[in-house]
């Protein structure tokens, strides 16, 4: 039996190495911790989400299409200075911003069609 504590990392593919890191590492903040060339031009690129990391490839790996990957949820603690700063880089939304009784969220589809959930869970009473 598993004994599962969470989850230890998401993938998606990707097409351009630059304009990758451009988004995930300049507009969307997040901090590169990880990153292998397995052979020319082929990369894995790793960003630190806290309890986990977003693994980034374009390394042809078994079981990954080379379309948009599933989508990832990514809990933050600073839901409306992330919209501001989103809508200041010129990121649309593809949905939301939505207030739920429990959380908050939005979609966002980076430059390979990967679906980016921002989540902020509201406190508990």
């Given amino acids: 039996m598993l004994k599962v504590t969470g989850i230890a990392f998401t993938i998606f593919n990707f097409k351009d190495v630059a304009r990758t890191r451009a988004f995930y590492g300049q507009t969307l903040g997040l901090t590169l911790c990880a990153e292998m060339e397995f052979a020319p031009g082929t990369w894995w690129l790793e960003y630190d ?37 989103l809508r200041a880089a010129g990121v649309p939304l593809a949905w939301g911003p939505n207030d739920f009784p429990v959380c908050r969220s939005l979609a966002i589809v980076d430059p390979d069609g990967n679906a980016i959930y921002l989540h902020q869970r509201k406190p508990t009473a």
Wanted: aromatic share 6%; no cysteine; proline share 11%.
């Fill in 49 to 85: 989400t806290g309890e986990g990391a977003l693994g980034l490839t374009n390394y042809p790996m078994p079981g990954l299409s080379a379309g948009p990957s599933p989508g990832v949820a990514l809990e933050v603690t600073n839901f409306d200075e992330a919209l501001a700063g």
